[in-house]
């Protein structure tokens, strides 16, 4: 059983809008609305109890997820949900020990679930122009405990990307499609390619692109997904949905195209 | 750069429909409709690279990729799309290490998935009502090299599960509402409980059976993907589509709900 | 060309949010925040022009149709869509000299939109148990000029349908599988029975009671409706959109069933 | 109660793929593989009754709606489906008396949806280039019976349309774009301009071209359907469903734009 240990990160929850991510330290409190805990207590107790505070207001202790890291990141710069996240985790076939390269690196949340897939050994090299965005990220990185996965640089990609034989290249940028012939050359052979985009012309430009180079399964989907409500008498789909964050463009790099 | 080593399971790509799952061995030929292929002149070589058949035909030599073994496995007991797999390694929290039960086994398409994420110290103990389903998982299983990982047995969960402190219970099977209180106890705080549902019935039981024990963030979604022909003056969502394979619910244990 | 005529109801548009329904009268004038309008100069115009305010402000003149008056209703008591309301019209197969019994009244923007369809020498009985929805209804149908073609009237058919001979039974209610025995007796031979319901339980027992009594092509449906935002190098579909409004469950009448 | 009369449409149905339409004449047998079914008999029957055939096997008699004649339409040239065929009719905003002109005619099955619409006194001006389409379309509108409301004609309306003060134009054609302006001219102030197209290259470019006319009110939607089944114990939404037929672009005219 895994058991809480100082410096750990924790995930307390009072309902589904108040929760928070705190860091375990000896002697230090965490004060909320609801009075504060004492944090020193949870050393050494399992995951999953519940905690009160100074004032009697109970919370539960949970470990934090990559999901739950990706949900409470700045959402300013961010526009990846978790169906999409979740999609491009498994499209870019990437595991322990892969080498990715990301651009833009936005607010951090898809740069930890990537670090959190390569870990321990692999690495995510992230790009961005916004000097903002990778400050805003860094702390969101720094935070999760997946920096050591993640090399953060201010680079503009669409002039190159200084790296070779990387596992996958994945782009949630305005103009992936200036970037597709730099990705296959940094490109490992067989590696996968995908581009996140909001618009069918950013789609169009980046598929054309990627049909003038060596590159096969160039596929375009997108996904979408609906909360459903379930409760006695009650079932049914929420009325609200997000009926589109955007396309995720696919490829996979080979040496030469076949006639 | 990766080479391809002897044993390596290769990606022989002719086309979108004629494609290959093949492991290459030295003095081995693999015989196509096309002619047949040296596999041992393969070895050494980078991946991505194109090969000609004794027919004079070629074939992409691709890395076989998790979602690659889950799309080659033998679909008649399968239900489970590349968007549902994908969301719930995310969803399931899990990574390297990570102790998971599983059940039904199915296929192995799923099993397989998981089993790629918890590798290389982790395990996923899969149980099935169904001598031949586990057969069929066990030969694809044992294929993709991830068998280290995996514990097949035959066992109907719904009597129980022989296990603690483990990091997520996956469900795909008829009756998942019989097997929550088993999960709950065979779970580690904080663990996360997930289950793949065709019908809504389904999902209403598990989900009552979900409110009376210590779970919090019970939710269910379902997830649709499209996919996008684009093609100078033909971009278009695809006619066809699958419009449902499953309902997901999900949860995580807590140890006592709070009133 | 048709041209304005006195006491003919017209729609002005500054643009979409703002514009308004108002009946034209000779000597009087319409007042907004952008001045009045002088209604007795558009008498004898053409639809389609623009008019010009006392402050300067021009608005579009046009002509209201069927969808704007539904647009136009009050929503408090409304979850029927435009892509619900369409297709049950279609779908109940009325048309000029049907007759049609309608429960609940709810707003009166569906009861509007059949009437439009049935005159002019149809009718739509509607009923509702709630005096406060009939007399909002009974205010929006006047200002339509429909009132002609329908009947209102506070009455609870869970406890029977005074009518022979209907075309078609349309329902939008907490209980309709309680209302499933009086439509069929309601309804003229081959006519169509259709109920709208937010959730799947309801739905359910709607088909369940429909099941036991001559019906036939007893179907469900639900209708998703995504807005494309159209523009140059912007194209895609709007982040936000109507998950679910409610499902469409209809049937045909026949006098038995065949084994 | 509508009695069955000679020279009435009838729709035979043994199941939901085995059902006929067929014209009642006096001494006059229809055949089907279950035997034949004297038509003659039929005559001053109510609808919804059961027929049985000279082989024992029943029928039910159902009165054709507009919904059966545009399913039992040939499909060969055909993309509209009920979703959008009723969409559009409320998008039009026609009814009883509107002159509506239609291209291409494809099947005639739209054609007939819009001559049920504005009977008994308006009328649809439908044109195709293609002799075999508009031949096709004859036949069935022929059989429909709603003739008399239809005016089909060879014409390529890309190079003008020879209509005033129409009440709606809607499109079906492979270059909408080309027909914006003639679409403009030929329409009445406040009409509405519909245009449903497959590829979003379609949309983009109509769209540019309304937005250089006086249109207002301007935007294109896409219509998903999905059938659900309910059984107890297998309710949930089918496995294959139509992803996408085509966006539907609308937009009135006003006589000029506003700054």
Redesign the interface.
Known sequence: ??LIKEDDEIYL?LD?RRNYKVQVEQDKQFHTHKGYIELGDLIGQ?????VTSSLGV?F????P????RVLKTDRHTQVLY??D???I???L?I??GSTVVEAGTGSGALTM?LA??V??DGKIYSYDISEKHQNTAAKNIERSGLMPYVNLAILDITEGIPHE?VDAVILDMATPWQVVEHAWKAM?????FLSFS????Q??KT??ELNKHPF??I??????????T????????????????G?L?SA?????L?E
Do not use: C, W
């Open positions: 059983m895994t929850v589904s399992p995951y999953g109890i519940t109970s539960y202790v949970l470990k997820l990559i999901r739950d978790p169906k996240i979740s999609y985790l498994f499209q076939g595991g322990p679930a959190n897939t870990r321990p034989d490992a052979g067989s590696a996968v909001p618009t069918i012309e789609v169009m598929t054309e096969i399964e596929e375009t989907v997108e996904l979408m997904l609906r909360e459903i379930v409760a006695y008498n009650k079932t049914r789909p929420k009325t609200q949905m997000i009926g589109h964050s396309y463009t996979r790099k080979v040496t030469k076949l």
